[in-house]
């Protein structure tokens, strides 16, 4: 919407609305005459009033903001069918199964604090929040079995796929100040038509694990929200 002027502006352009003399001064405003200054005002409102509504009608009726939703808003990649950032359209799913990398930020240390799925029109979620400092970065693939990655141990999964997931620039509660994710059992979804369940590893030397099991190996995508930060997994319907 355009800005309103000012009295003195109105002033300047139009003149002042009396004489010296104190009496009333005749004024034109776009061919028409009148020597009260509360008709000259009303005209003056009424042929603005159209311009005004159509710079309304020009604004946005809706303003993205990635802090609003759980999904969303993707960022910076260092894969091929992967972006980052802040706006409403996630990336398109790929056409293959290769596995979708990124690199954490400089000096990222952060603690997963959460983990959710959630079922969307084409695709299952997966959502991890996570707190501290920096943005994470991430390692998703198929596996063909999953294993813990302190002990070695094989960890069971539902489902006829596993996909690893493995958070980067990761960092301890102490370090972070961010109270682990501890789940009771495999995180699940109501819903869901491919991811099965989440079950999270540990926290090692830097990275997070956590295993997605799906009932069939789909394309997939990953990216970055922030406020809160959350790494978005999506897995595509099964075919």
Same mark, same amino acid.
């Given at each position: +919407? ?14 002042? =609305? ?25 005209? +003056?409102?009424?042929? #603005? ?26 960022? /910076? /990649? ?57 943005? %994470?970065? =991430?390692?998703?693939? &198929? ?17 006829? #796929? ?10 301890? %509660? &102490? ?47 990953? &990216? ?11 897995? #595509?319907?099964?075919?």
């Amino acid at each position: +919407m355009g800005a309103r002027s000012s009295p003195g502006a109105l002033e300047t352009i139009h003149g002042p =609305w009396r004489s010296p003399g104190g009496g009333p001064r005749t004024v034109k405003l776009r061919g028409v005459f009148t020597r009260s200054r509360p008709v000259a005002l009303l005209l +003056m409102t009424l042929l #603005a009033a159209p311009a005004v509504l159509a710079g309304c009608g020009d604004e946005p009726t809706e303003k993205t903001s990635s802090a609003s939703t759980t999904a969303g808003s993707p960022s /910076s /990649s260092s894969s091929a069918h992967t972006t980052a950032g802040s706006t409403s359209a996630a990336p398109a799913f790929p056409a293959d199964l290769e596995a979708d990398t990124a690199d954490a930020s400089a000096g990222a240390s952060v603690t997963v604090s959460d983990i959710r799925i959630g079922r969307h029109d084409g695709f299952d979620r997966v959502v991890f929040e996570v707190g501290g400092t920096g943005t %994470p970065g =991430w390692d998703v693939q &198929y596996v063909d079995a999953a294993s813990s990655q302190g002990s070695g141990k094989p960890i069971d999964v539902a489902g006829d #796929a596993v996909l690893q997931v493995t958070l980067t620039g990761a960092g301890l %509660p &102490y370090a972070t100040g961010v109270e682990e994710f501890s789940p009771s059992g495999p995180v699940t979804g109501a819903g869901t038509k491919n991811v099965t369940e989440a079950v999270f590893d540990a926290t090692f030397e830097g990275t997070t694990v956590t295993f997605v099991g799906t009932r069939q190996r789909t394309p997939f995508r990953v &990216y970055l929200l922030e406020g809160p930060t959350r790494v978005v997994l999506e897995v #595509a319907d099964p075919s």
